[in-house]
């Protein structure tokens, strides 16, 4: 750890890990704590080392909170009410009813409690499960109010929560204010944007600009590269935002995935972001995104029979009902932004795990009227493509 007094910020930075924090903080009340605390101050740096524990593991609570590690709970629940009193027809035209300091606090602590569960989740049932929301902040309401607002049920999204839609920053502010206060019962997993090149070009960047400033982008950024990627429920159903993988080969090559980690432009971590299932196609094929690949029906059976599955679960494409059955039923795909971007005729759906890993579909139907798209117009109206490659 480098504390430079003369600043107003705190580097803490974890060499075993990889993981560096920079979080705005008085400086002034942390110099008398740390000289009787800690050897080594100097009048310019104070250098600490730790070979085994994270820096983290060896502050207080208090110390956390107060360096927004973690999050105060008065404050985390007066978050929560603001943006959900955001829900009237101009809220997308108003300005976030959220402190800069306060959302970078979120993502400072939402990224905490990331780094600190697996990258593979464990989960059990019943829990409900839904897909790209993308920006689309009055469904996302829609969806709570559906399913119940947490903790009233248990939650597993598969990412995709800004680009395209009004309001990313409402969205993954309330779901990161979510996760914060009710950690072992919501969960978030990565999608293909909740990454720097992504969102930088399809919306999320701009909205940030528009609303705060680059650097308040980068603080999600640096976040979303602490997401998990994949979640199994009950040892039965793999989930995550894209697909499978040629490389995937255990499962444990989803918990080897390192984070912080951008999102590369190959292996089994791009795959599960961006690949697409595809009827007609045997094995593997090309992805007309432009990245990753498709696969078809044998290789879902393959993949759930070598690793003793019943089904795969996950977003990354519209579908018109809001879910859609792939492969005889052992892949389903959800997508949670009815009338997507405005422009698609298509519902949005929520699917429920119970006890029993019985699943059932809730759907959430448009009410918007202006559809400058049916579903006999396109063949894939996806997420964009990745690095100039063609997609929907």
Known sequence: MVLYPNHSKLHLQDKETGRTYVVGVRVRS?????????????NRCVFFTYL????NNR????????LGLTMDENLLDDIIRRLLETNNG???????????????????????????????????????ICGDVHGQFPDLLRLFEYGGYPPAANYLFLGDYVDRGKQSIETICLLLAYKLKYKLNFFLLRGNHESASINRVYGFYDECKRKYNVRLWKSFTDCFNCLPVAAL??????CMHGGLSPDLKSL?????????????DQGVLCDLLWADPEKGVKGWGENERGVSYTFGADIVAEFLQTHDLDLV??????????????ANR????????????????????????DDSLTCSFQIIKSTEKKIRFGFNNVSRPGTPPHKGGRGG
């Not at 108003?94 to 569960?117: G, M």
């Not at 429920?233 to 793999?238: E, H, P, V």
């Not at 892949?331 to 949005?348: M, Q, W």
Request: include cysteine; aromatic fraction near 10%; charge should be negative.
């Open 52 to 55: 085994t524990l994270s820096l």
């Open 330 to 353: 052992q892949l389903v795909t959800i997508f949670s932004a009815p009338n997507y971007c405005g422009e698609f005729d298509n519902a949005g759906a929520m699917m429920s795990v």
């Open 30 to 42: 942390w110099v008398e704590p740390f000289r009787g605390r800690y050897p080594g101050f100097t």
């Open 252 to 264: 444990d090559d989803i918990r080897r995935i390192p984070r912080p980690i951008d999102v590369p």
């Open 313 to 326: 679960c996950r977003a990354h494409q519209v579908v018109e009902d809001g879910y859609e059955f792939f």
């Open 90 to 128: 101009k809220a997308a035209k108003q300005q976030v009813k959220l402190l800069e300091a306060e959302i970078r606090q979120l993502c400072y602590a939402s990224k905490e409690v990331f780094l600190s569960q697996p990258n593979l989740l464990e989960l059990e049932a019943p829990i409900k």
């Open 59 to 66: 502050l207080s609570q208090r110390e956390k909170r107060d």
């Open 233 to 238: 429920i009950d040892d039965k159903i793999l």
